[in-house]
Structures are given as C-alpha cells and as structure tokens.
C-alpha cells in the first residue's frame, strides 16, 4: 500500500507541475470571468446561465486536463522508458497501475479544486451585481454538480489508464479516450430517442443496429449519468437514490477498467 | 537605422490600413446581417445530442441568438417574414426542449410572440413551462392571460389563472382575477370552489377578508342564477328583471350584494351587480 | 552459489506489422556466479540489451528460463536486493532528486531516515550533493546518469544489472563510475553489465561473454587476459572436413579454411584441449604461429568468424 501511495504521490508531483495546467487554468479563469459580462446580456434567468457557464467550464478545464496531460502522464513512462526504472523495484505491475491511477485522480481533484474555487469566486459576484435572479440557486447542488464533474474526469481518467497499457502510442490513446468520451456522452440520448422511435414506430432500426447499440450502452460509461449542470442551474436537488446511483456506477465502472488494466498490464513486455 | 525606419513605417501603414479595412468590415456586416435570411437551427434531438453534455450552455447561446436576431430585425424595422417566425419558433422549441427549466425563452414567448399574434404558438412553447417551472407562477399565469385577453376564452383562462394562484409566490390578486374569469367563463360554480380553497390557503387576514366577500358575492349570485334556470325551464321564458323571480315566488327575497349594488340579469341569463363586484367605484 | 542462470533461452519478437520477425536472443545459456563481475561485449544489435531486460523480467522468454539463486523464476523474490542502470536514465523530469530518492526509498521498503542517511552519502560520491533540491529536468546527461546509479543503489542491492554504465560521460564521471564498481565489487556484490568500452570491461570484469546475432558466442575468464595482450595461437592444420569442423568449433575461436589446410585460432592458454581435441581427433598439425591479441583483437576475430 505505501508503494502505492509513493508512487502516487510522485505522479501528482509530475501532473501539477505540468506546464499546460498552467495554460488550461489560464483558459478557465477566463471562461469564468467571461461569465460575468454574458450573465448581464440575460433578462431573467441570470442565475442558470452564471451556473451553466461555471460548470461547463469546469467540466471543459477537466476534459482538458485528462486527454493533456494524463495521456502524456501515462505515455511518457512507457516511451521514455522510465517504466522500467519503476518496475526494476520491488513494486508489481498491479500496484503500478493502481499507484498511477491515484496519482492522476489526486491530481485531477486538486487541480479542479482550485478551478472551482475561482469559480465560486465568480459567482459570488455575479450573485452581488443581480441578486434579484439567483433566487433558485443552491450551494448545495451546485457543489453536487462540480463534483460529479470530476467524478465524470475520474472515469474517463480510468479510460486513458487502460488505453495506456493497451497502446504504447500515445495519439492513439488519445483518440481512443475522445471516442469514448464522444460515445459515452451520446449514448443515453441516442439510445432513447432510438426506443421511443420504435415504440412509435416511426423509425426504421434493424435488429443487428439495436443489438450493437444495446452491447455498447453496457461497454462505454454512460457520461450523462454524472451530468446535474441543468439541475444545478435551476437548484433542484435531485433524488439521493439518483446520486448514489450514479456515485456506484462510477465507482464501479473505474474499479473495472483499472482491473482490466491491471491484467493487461501483467502481461505486458517492455522492449 | 534606415532599416528601422523603414520597419515602423511598414507598421504604421498596416495598422492604420488595419483599422480602416476593420471599419469597413464592420459596418458590410451590419448590412448583411440585416439582409440575411434567419439562419437554420437543428432540431432537438439532434442539437441535444451535438450539445455533447452542455444542453444548458448551448440553449443560452442559442437563446441569445435568437434574441438579437429579434433585436437585430426590430432595429433596422423590418417586418418579420414567415421564414423569420419560423426560425423564432423553431429556435424556442429547441431550446426550451435542451433546457426546460429556462425561464427567459418562455418570457420572451409571451412578450413577443403571444403580442405579435401567435398566441397558440406562444402558449404551446409555454405550455413546456408550465409542466417543468412547476414553482414558477408566471408561466400558467401568461397562459391564461393569453386565452381570457387573446382568445377570449375566460373558462380555459380562468383555469389557467387559478393554477397560477395556487403557486407559491404568486401575486395575491390572481385569485380574485381567477374567480372573476370563472364568472365571466360561466362556471360560477367553479369560482365559487376555487374561493373556498383560496380561503382556507391563504394567512394573510385583509386578503381573506377580501376573498370571503367574493365568496358571498358569487355564492348569491349563483343562487339567483338556479332559480333564473328553474324560471326559464318552467315558466318557457327568462324572467324580465331580477325582481320577477320573488314575484313569481322563486325566492322570498333577494339576498344583499356584499358590495352594495344592485341585482341585475344579463342578456345570457347571467346574474350580474352593478357593484361589478368590487369596492372601487 | 549461482546467482543468475539463463537456460537456454529464446526470444522472438515482432517489430512491426509487416516486418518479418527478429530473433533477439537465441539457445542462451549463460551463468552469473554470486560475487563475480560479468561484462557482456557485442557488437550493436547482439541482443545485450534484450538480455538485460530478459534478466530484469521487461521480457519473458519464448522458450527456457531464467533462474535467480538457482530456486525460481520469479524475478520478484530478488527484486528487492536487485540495483538496476539503463542507458539513458529518463526520470520523472519535474521532481527533484531528493523527491526521487523518497520515492526510490519508499518503494524499495526503506525507512525515511535510512534513505536521508544514504541518500546524502551516494550523492555527495557522486557529486551531485548540490543538485538535489533542483528538478530532473535540468540535468545534464551526465548529471541525469549519476542520479540514476543513486537511484539504482540506495537500497544497497547485492545484484546490480547495468546496461552501457559509462555511455555519455566525461572522463571525470567515468573515473567516478570505475571507481564505484571497483568498490562494489571489492564488497562482494555482484555486477551484471553490458558496455561498449572494451577497456574498462578488461579492467573490471572476471567474466566476459561475447554476443553477436542474438547468440552467445564464447566466454573468456579472466586468466585468458589479465595481462596486458592476450596471446593467440593460430595452428595451421590439415584441411578439416565437415564434421571435423563441427566437432573442433566450440573449443576454439575461429575456424579458417584455407586451399589446403584451417587456421585453427584459439587463445594460447587453452593449448592444452586444444591440442589434445585435435590429437583425438588424429588431425595433422602443420604449424603454428603466435600472436598478441587485445581483447578488441579477440573481439572483432570472434565476431566475424560467425
């Protein structure tokens, strides 16, 4: 375990200290003080847009973050061949990739933390100038929301781990995280629209393309699951069997991808 | 440091070539902006799937569009084509549908859509509002206004109004509003159960007072108007004036108007008082 | 003891897609006694660096198997007590050294005051005592080098595995180096490595295996070059046939035919089984001839004999 956490400990030193962090937190302190000048271009609803563009601009700073520099986190060990330095200690591919993974989310969590904070900032503000229209609002889901937010990043950071291990390359596993990101974020919607279509019977689906859609909505994270931002623009506190559910799915979904990862990380040659 | 020279002046001409050429641009695009024809938007299913997680921050973006193409028309005074409306339309569904809670698009329905002759386009777009908003009063509120103002239907608006009442926050004098349409609306009966619900909600001593009042005007009004109906089913005619009715022997006498006023019969058989049920004369 | 054996082991692997496939090592038998120092010589591409990841388990062999202290095949049961140098170091760019060696020291089970301890004792050798508060990232080669041998020996392992240790280093961190192997070495540990730099593999090793095409070619012990030249017997012989060629091979060095007769190369110290092979064999003796080999000389006959 404390082989784990060294290792942990000195992947979050690698991402903090990552120039381009640098770069996306410049990127989203201007998002969120870009907030400030749109929320007045609103009649009413200044409070939901003031939220939207906080979350979102969280959730694209996250996004960032995981396919930047978590991809080059995971990819510089393997290309640079510090792996084997790591691996020639008594420390087994398993703790390796648990280690790593931690570290990434340590430094995701800290990174967003920070973000969010600027974002409370904002908001506040915002809050003063047009008091009158934050009527709905609630810390409470507002909070709830950012932290699905990272919870969302978590599992996608999961994905680029199990990428990693499947490909030395890293544009590749580039790539093959956007894909899943993409998926992931359509798939509920897609899905639906597809059931309601063919319970009304106005849409055409052929048995292999429902099947194929059904495998994939059980293979790729369901990101709609961790989004509240709509929830929190208008303060309505979901259901807490909602959160928990959505709180165990990705739990799960990460212990999964990082158990495969682990497996195929066992089996892996270094050359 | 002839080089130098020769580099600042280069400089210099671009930019002020740079601020004349941005001018100019500027001002084409004002021109072409108002000549173009309203762009298209992406119906919901699909701009909700492009929307890639941030349904709400696509629907403001796509709300503000629509407002300053609105805004952008009304400016240079152009009448709005068909194509136009349609693009408005269009534009409220899709964001009304990504983001259901949006109070703005529903506000902007009722203020430009609702005033500019579609109403049953506004109310159908507000309609999504009503259901979602549940806490927010103005939406069934704008409805019903719509139906009793535009339509002329005060039974649909009087339903509408009362719903509104019935949402925390609403302003007090809906109730009063709500029964009054249900009057109007020829569901007297309807007021009247709507003012006793009304009553036992409302905390507020002077507004309860008020809305007992009512209760009395209408509850007697409505009396009177059973016994028009009996007249008229037994006698084969309506009844000339109010007093006939204790003449032929339908009532003993006629109950107070809690506002002072005096019983009349309308044309439709409704029983009014030149009170007009209010205490401001 | 045997600290290290390889049985007879292959591997294959495939570059690319369409690339037809390499076969880095082959029929590998090599031993590493406890205590000894081993260099393994050969020319680019021999398989040396395949070998050491074979040892380190970045590889797993095809066919046959690596045995540690003679008992098992997991290299996890050594890897506490096994000090490992690549080439070319890459470490984490933005931690400090002191952060590395926390993490070196974590890793490896050591407590944190060990790790100060030793930590400021390898570095201060090293020279590099300085550096440590400064991020990887601005080292120099050299500097990235030492860090890594500190990285390799700061839970004092008893086996150490280097793959090209003097690679990239001015004269003065090559003495550092020479000298911190010579004193390992004098402590009974016992080294693994692979260099180019035939000198100082003369200077320090007791074993040198010579690789070329993925095949261990020969073994030379230290008796056969401790002097400065190594002598070389070439003995022309009657001209071998087929399977006296086969059955003479693995005794000597080279094998050249000539019109009429093979030069039989081998090291003069092995006269002895040579000349009795060759009496058993009944083969004729025509001459011989004496020469002073380097270990370069021997190096470059061997490899181009195959």
């Given at each position: 375990m404390k082989k784990l956490l060294a290792l942990a400990l000195i992947t979050f030193y690698e991402g903090i200290r990552n120039r381009s962090v640098f770069g996306i937190a410049i990127f989203s302190m201007f998002v969120f003080g870009l907030n400030v000048i749109v929320a007045g271009f609103f009649m009413r609803d200044i409070g939901k847009v003031t939220i939207d563009m906080n979350l979102s601009g969280l959730s694209v700073a996250g996004l960032l973050l995981v396919f930047f520099v978590v991809v080059n986190l995971m990819a510089k060990d393997i290309d640079r061949k510090t792996v084997h330095l790591v691996l020639s200690k008594p420390i087994t591919r398993v703790e390796y990739i648990w280690g790593k993974y931690l570290g990434v989310v340590l430094f995701v969590f800290v990174s967003m933390a920070v973000l969010f904070m600027f974002s409370c900032f904002t908001v506040i503000l915002v809050k003063g100038m047009h008091s009158d229209y934050f009527a709905q609002f609630s810390w409470t889901v507002f909070s709830l929301a950012a932290l699905f937010v990272f919870l969302k990043i978590a599992v996608?950071?999961?994905?680029?781990?199990?990428?990693?291990?499947?490909?030395?390359?890293?544009?590749?596993?580039?790539?093959?995280?956007?894909?899943?990101?993409?998926?992931?974020?359509?798939?509920?919607?897609?899905?639906?629209?597809?059931?309601?279509?063919?319970?009304?019977?106005?849409v055409a689906v052929s048995k292999t393309l429902w099947i194929v859609i059904e495998v994939v909505s059980y293979l790729v994270p369901n990101l709609a699951v961790f989004d509240y931002k709509i929830s929190a623009a208008h303060g309505l506190m979901p259901a807490w069997g909602q959160l928990g559910l959505s709180l165990g799915y990705g739990a799960v979904y990460i212990v999964v991808l990082l158990v495969v990862a682990s497996c195929v990380f066992s089996r892996r040659e270094f050359n | 440091m002839r080089r130098i020279l020769i580099l600042l002046l280069v400089l210099l001409i671009s930019l002020v070539?740079?601020?004349?050429?941005?001018?100019?641009?500027?001002?084409?695009?004002?021109?072409?902006?108002?000549?173009?024809?309203?762009g298209y938007v992406?119906?919901?299913?699909?701009?909700?799937?492009?929307?890639?997680?941030?349904?709400?921050?696509?629907?403001?973006?796509?709300?503000?569009?629509?407002?300053?193409?609105?805004?952008?028309?009304?400016l240079a005074k152009k009448i709005l084509s068909d194509g136009d409306w349609q693009y408005l339309l269009t534009s409220l569904d899709v964001v009304t549908d990504l983001d259901p809670y949006f109070e703005d698009p529903y506000v902007f329905a009722e203020a430009n859509l609702a005033w500019e002759g579609k109403v049953e386009e506004a109310n159908r777009i507000l309609e999504k509002g009503r259901k979602n908003r549940n806490w927010d009063w103005r939406i069934p509120y704008y409805i019903g206004f719509n139906y009793f103002y535009f339509l002329q239907d005060y039974e649909k608006g009087a339903e509408y109004v009362m719903e509104a009442a019935s949402r925390p926050g609403s302003h007090p004098f809906l109730s009063t509003l709500g029964a009054r349409l249900a009057y109007y609306g020829g569901k007297s009966k309807t007021a009247v159960l709507f003012l006793r619900q009304m009553i036992l909600e409302t905390t507020d001593p002077g507004l309860r007072t008020r809305l007992e009042k009512r209760l009395i005007a209408l509850e007697r009004a409505a009396e009177l108007e059973a016994k028009i109906e009996l007249f008229v089913k037994e006698q084969g005619r309506?009844?000339?004036?109010?007093?006939?009715?204790?003449?032929?022997?339908?009532?003993?006498?006629?109950?107070?108007?809690?506002?002072?006023?005096?019983?009349?019969?309308?044309?439709?058989?409704?029983?009014?008082?030149?009170?007009?049920?209010?205490?401001?004369? | 003891m045997l600290e290290i054996e390889f049985c007879d082991v292959s591997k294959v692997y495939n570059p690319g897609l369409f690339k037809p496939r390499v076969r880095a090592v082959s029929e590998l038998c090599l031993d590493v006694i406890q205590g000894e120092v081993f260099g393994l010589i050969g020319p680019n591409g021999a398989g040396k660096s395949t070998t050491?990841?074979?040892?380190?388990?970045?590889?797993?062999?095809?066919?046959?198997?690596i045995l540690y202290r003679g008992r098992t095949s997991e290299i996890r049961s050594i890897q506490g007590e096994l000090g490992y140098l690549p080439e070319t170091p890459y470490l984490y760019d933005h931690l400090t050294l002191e952060e590395l060696l926390a993490f070196?020291?974590?890793?490896?089970?050591?407590?944190?005051?060990?790790?100060?301890?030793?930590?400021?004792?390898?570095?201060?050798?090293?020279?590099?005592?300085?550096a440590r508060r400064r991020p990887l990232r601005t080292f120099s080669k050299g500097m990235l080098q030492r860090a890594g041998i500190c990285f390799a020996l700061l839970h004092d392992p008893s086996l150490i595995v280097l793959d090209e240790p003097m690679s990239g280093l001015d004269p003065v961190g090559r003495k550092m180096v020479f000298d911190l192997l010579t004193d390992l070495k004098q402590r009974g540990k016992t080294i693994f490595f692979c260099s180019h730099i035939l000198s100082d593999v003369e200077r320090l090793c007791?074993?040198?295996?010579?690789?070329?095409?993925?095949?261990?070619?020969?073994?030379?012990?230290?008796?056969?070059?401790v002097s400065k030249g190594r002598d070389m017997l070439h003995l022309e012989v009657e001209r071998l046939d087929e399977l006296q060629n086969r059955t003479l091979r693995p005794f000597v060095?080279?094998?050249?035919?000539?019109?009429?007769?093979?030069?039989?190369?081998?090291?003069?110290?092995?006269?002895?089984?040579?000349?009795?092979k060759v009496q058993s064999m009944g083969v004729k003796v025509l001459g011989s001839r004496n020469e002073r080999l380097s270990l370069e000389d021997l190096f470059m006959l061997t490899v181009k004999a195959d």
């Open positions: 996608l950071g999961a994905v680029v781990v199990l990428f990693s291990t499947l490909t030395s390359n890293s544009f590749i596993t580039l790539i093959f995280s956007i894909s899943v990101f993409i998926v992931g974020t359509s798939v509920e919607d897609v899905l639906f629209f597809l059931r309601s279509g063919l319970a009304a019977q106005d | 070539s740079h601020a004349l050429v941005t001018f100019e641009m500027w001002r084409m695009r004002g021109q072409v902006r108002s000549t173009t024809v309203a992406l119906p919901s299913k699909f701009s909700s799937v492009l929307a890639f997680g941030y349904k709400g921050l696509l629907s403001d973006f796509l709300f503000l569009k629509s407002v300053t193409f609105f805004g952008e028309r009304h309506k009844p000339t004036s109010i007093e006939e009715l204790i003449t032929a022997g339908y009532v003993d006498s006629l109950p107070p108007d809690p506002y002072g006023g005096q019983w009349v019969i309308l044309k439709n058989g409704r029983v009014f008082s030149t009170s007009k049920f209010t205490d401001s004369r | 050491i990841r074979l040892l380190l388990g970045l590889l797993r062999p095809d066919v046959g198997k070196c020291g974590r890793v490896s089970g050591l407590s944190p005051a060990i790790v100060a301890q030793r930590g400021v004792r390898l570095m201060d050798r090293l020279a590099i005592i300085d007791d074993r040198i295996g010579i690789m070329n095409r993925g095949r261990l070619l020969q073994i030379v012990g230290r008796e056969s070059f060095t080279a094998l050249d035919d000539e019109c009429s007769s093979t030069i039989v190369s081998f090291p003069a110290t092995d006269l002895p089984r040579v000349a009795d």
